[in-house]
């Protein structure tokens, strides 16, 4: 059973940092592409980063010097630090793992959340002003 299981949400005013996780179960996580995606009411699924199986991470523009994704491949566990937070960052943010084949049949295409065979419950972030 894949479960994703995200953790360390919460509500913070701007200037301030949060630390996600996700726990993966369930499937070969180096089979997989992790990333951290967001979605406020209204619009539609936001990539954030995401960390391939070498490492290599990419960023959304929006997060770029403010936010790390990070995983400890033991624990198949993936983490996202976040700072210097703003009250647009505010939403849901997901983790998802997405087939390596897949993303890279279609170029790597990380942000595509449609791309993503697993999610998780999601964890909310709230930053006030």
């Known amino acids: 059973q894949v479960q994703l299981v995200e953790s360390g949400g919460g509500s913070v005013q701007a200037g301030g940092s949060l630390r996600l996780s996700c726990a993966a179960s369930?499937?070969?996580?180096?089979?997989?592409?992790m990333a951290w995606f967001r979605q406020v009411p209204g619009k539609e699924r936001e990539g954030v980063a995401t960390v391939n199986n070498a490492g290599s991470t990419s960023y959304a523009d929006s997060v770029k010097g403010r936010f790390t994704i990070s995983q400890d491949n033991a624990k198949n566990t993936l983490y996202l630090q976040m700072n210097s937070l703003k009250p647009e960052d505010t939403a849901m943010y997901y983790c998802a793992a997405a087939s390596n084949v897949l993303l890279s049949y279609y170029g790597g295409s990380w942000s595509v959340h449609q791309l993503y065979n697993y999610w998780g419950q999601g964890t909310q972030v709230t930053v006030s002003s």
């Open positions: 369930g499937f070969t996580y180096s089979k997989y592409c």
